[in-house]
């Protein structure tokens, strides 16, 4: 017998892209300072799978870093001070 869950229905990945729409929108609109966006994080991680919530973030952060490389450019880290 599999210990793996069902996947998720319809209905709940409708909830857990609306929770993460949410909590992401938050973020953007507090300069990412997940202090004041407790309240949308709870709910995003309750609504989605465990794995779902960490791509998501990692894809988040990806998105972020390739639209800075492609508006300020790659910075040398010697450069950098």
């Known amino acids: 017998m599999s210990s793996q869950k069902a996947a998720p229905t319809a209905a709940e ?3 857990c892209h609306s929770s993460r729409d949410a909590f992401f929108a938050c973020l953007d ?3 990412d300072n997940e202090n004041k966006c407790l309240k949308e ?3 995003f991680e309750q609504s989605c ?3 779902w919530v960490k791509y998501f ?3 988040r952060d990806y998105l972020k870093y390739s ?3 492609g508006t300020e ?3 040398p880290k010697d450069e950098e001070t």
């Open 29 to 31: 609109k507090q300069n």
């Open 13 to 15: 990945r409708k909830v």
């Open 49 to 51: 799978p465990k794995s």
């Open 41 to 43: 994080k709870q709910m």
């Open 57 to 59: 973030c990692r894809r």
């Open 73 to 75: 450019g790659f910075v």
């Open 67 to 69: 639209e800075r490389l």
